[in-house]
């Protein structure tokens, strides 16, 4: 059978008819900035997260610029990027007017190579790093990596913006962190009706930065402490948001259900998807599998096609490779296990509510393309 890749249309009984019930409200008392649903938007966010703040956005992108402005990285600060994530979390890093460096990743969790990091940060002295969170974990080395930063006076950023719901250590993943970053963008794990984004931290002085910086600087109506930019969260996608939060639990569950059947079926076919470190708790975002193997991938790929099943490569390519780089870029630390990664990774369908007759249509083929070789 036909199955896509994501399908965020599964919504549960009665979401929509909520949803438009609140924009009919909302609409009537015109109430589309601030107000009542972001403030329990935040208020939930950072209880869920662990966060003594939690200061919505306009998207997980400005987050990340908020960070780093509030930290106070700009004009030629370097700044720490792992050489595969989304292109945002480098994108941030050169509108602050920053200098990134990458480093590579592991490929056992797809996490920053600490060896690597450790050594960037000997040569290149920088003010601040940013760590992505990808597929729905973190990297087994977190623990030492917040240490490691904090010894060295290297402010972390934690792009958090697939992690939503991940726990470490028995806690949200977001709660450890000096400054981490969401994104709400409709296909991550909780998703807005459009773009939304928040940052998270424990530090009262940084969550005013964040709050003043994405209010044009404000420190009253016409008063203007800073120049920061229009990143408010519109209250339309608060309340989209606070709606499913109500769903969230059931939500990360039957991704994790998902992403547990990959795991338990793919083996048989020579094919053992990657895993969260055994200290998380994942919220089933990706599947990750890594086909080293060209021509199986290609075979594996062209079959789904066939199939009309949906597949994903996350990321294709690395940071360090993108055309857009090369003006910005100063450096790179550790090998190329980015550039492998990009090279071997096929993300099967995954996504809340996928059935488990989708999920066996998926390994059907999967079988039938490695049977291919078989028979050749
Ligand atoms: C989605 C994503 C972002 C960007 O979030 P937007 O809300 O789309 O701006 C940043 N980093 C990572 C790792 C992401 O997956």
Redesign the pocket.
């Known amino acids: 059978m036909k199955v896509p890749f994501i399908d965020i249309a599964r919504h549960e009984e009665g979401f929509r008819s909520a949803w438009s019930d609140k924009v009919a409200r909302m609409t009537a008392e015109t109430q589309f900035m601030g107000g009542a649903e972001v403030k329990a938007l935040e208020d939930q966010l950072s209880t869920y997260c662990g966060t003594s703040f939690a200061v919505s956005c306009a998207?997980?992108?400005?987050?990340?610029q908020l960070a780093l402005r509030a930290l106070g990285v700009g004009r030629d600060d370097v700044v720490l990027v792992p050489n595969a994530?989304?292109w945002?979390?480098f994108e941030a890093v050169v509108n602050v007017n920053a200098i990134p460096v990458t480093v590579d990743i592991s490929l056992t969790d797809g996490g920053i190579d600490l060896a690597a990091f450790e050594e960037a940060i000997e040569a290149e002295k920088p003010k601040a790093a940013i760590v992505?969170?990808?597929y729905g974990w973190g990297t087994n080395a977190l623990t030492a990596l917040r240490a490691l930063c904090l010894e060295r006076g290297v402010q972390l950023i934690e792009?958090g913006?697939?992690a939503f719901g991940v726990t470490h250590d028995n806690a949200p993943i977001y709660a450890g962190a000096l400054i981490s970053?969401v994104?709400?963008?409709p296909a991550?794990v909780l998703g807005a009706a459009g773009?939304?984004?928040a940052v998270l931290t424990n530090d009262a002085e940084l969550a005013t930065r964040v709050r003043r910086l994405s209010n044009h600087g404000r420190t009253e109506h016409y008063g203007f402490g800073d120049v920061g930019w229009n990143s408010r969260m519109d209250s339309l996608q608060a309340a989209y948001l606070n709606l499913s939060f109500d769903h969230i639990d059931a939500r990360i569950a039957s991704r994790r259900a998902a992403a547990d059947e990959y795991r338990r079926l793919l083996p048989a076919l020579g094919i053992v998807p990657m895993a969260a470190p055994p200290s998380y708790g994942e919220n089933g975002y990706c599947n990750v599998c890594l086909i080293e193997d060209a021509a199986q991938k290609t075979r594996i790929e062209d079959v789904l096609r066939t199939k009309e099943i949906g597949f994903g490569n996350i990321y294709p390519g690395t940071i360090a490779s993108q055309a857009g780089a090369k003006p910005y870029l100063k450096a790179h630390y550790g090998g190329d296990n980015g550039d492998r990664l990009s090279r071997s990774v096929l993300n099967l369908p995954l996504f809340a509510y996928i059935t488990q007759r989708e999920i066996a249509s998926v390994v059907e083929a999967l079988s039938e393309a490695l049977d291919a070789r078989g028979a050749a």
């Open positions: 998207n997980g992108t400005d987050a990340i994530t989304f945002a979390t992505a969170h990808l792009d913006a697939q970053t994104s709400f963008y991550k773009d939304a984004g």
